[in-house]
T-cell receptor, first 114, second 115 residues
Framework: DAEITQSPRHKITETGRQVTLACHQT?????MFWYRQDLGHGLRLIHY???????NKGEVSDGYSVSRSNTEDLPLTLESAASSQTSVYFC?????????????FGPGTRLTVL | KNQVEQSPQSLIILEGKNCTLQ??????????LRWYKQDTGRGPVSLTI?????NTKSNGRYTATLDADTKQSSLHITASQLSDSASYIC??????????????FGKGTHLIIQP
């Protein structure tokens, strides 16, 4: 069955370190997204991609970067981790085209920055 | 600014009872509205999607309603079960002519079903 996976599921790191969160989907979807979820906030869009070599900034992109070298993967990099980036991160994918296509979410990565 | 407000923030009900969750939005131009269920420690999973011309859509014991004139949606859960304990997230999709980023998420309602 097609799926979307994230790794690691839990990560503890120190302030200033570079961290990369992995996202892999086997749906063959063109669209991929990264969100963060914090108490008191809804899911907030960090970066998204409509296809290979395409990346776009979302609402809260400062301090994060992504690259899309193939259809299946969209890794999220925190260049220099900050305590404000402690959060739960979700990756999602959807078919290309309209915004109303269902986004399929991964299980999430809980990141703690000390 | 496009906003989605959900109420209540949290709700506790007894198993077997019904409940209704509310979603009010100011997103314009409106395209679609989707309800997600998010179990603790998991990613959200879609329950229903409604276009502006639909008033009601059901998925088992879940029934979503939409009033595009008043910009309100509700999610009604019938005969609640312990497995319904989760957060329910309302997502309003902006009509952006093809953009996949025009989604506004509500903060969710945290529902607890007690035995």
């Amino acid at each position: 069955d097609a799926e979307i996976t994230q790794s690691p599921r839990h990560k503890i790191t120190e302030t200033g370190r570079q961290v990369t969160l992995a996202c892999h989907q086997t749906w063959n979807h063109n669209n991929m997204f990264w969100y963060r979820q914090d108490l008191g906030h809804g899911l907030r869009l960090i970066h998204y991609s409509y296809g290979v070599h395409d990346t776009n900034k979302g609402e809260v992109s400062d301090g994060y970067s992504v690259s899309r070298s193939n259809t299946e993967d969209l890794p999220l990099t925190l260049e220099s981790a900050a305590s404000s980036q402690t959060s739960v991160y979700f990756c999602a994918s959807s078919e290309s085209g309209q915004g109303w296509n269902e986004q399929f979410f991964g299980p999430g990565t809980r990141l703690t920055v000390l | 600014k496009n906003q989605v407000e959900q109420s209540p923030q949290s709700l506790i009900i007894l198993e077997g009872k019904n409940c209704t969750l509310q979603c009010n939005y100011t997103v314009s131009p409106f395209s679609n509205l989707r309800w997600y269920k998010q179990d603790t420690g998991r990613g959200p999973v879609s329950l229903t999607i409604m276009t502006f011309s639909e008033n009601t859509k059901s998925n088992g014991r879940y029934t979503a309603t939409l009033d595009a004139d008043t910009k309100q949606s509700s999610l009604h859960i019938t005969a609640s079960q312990l497995s319904d304990s989760a957060s329910y997230i309302c997502v309003v999709i902006l009509y952006s002519g093809g953009g996949a980023d025009g989604l506004t998420f509500g903060k969710g309602t945290h529902l607890i079903i007690q035995p």
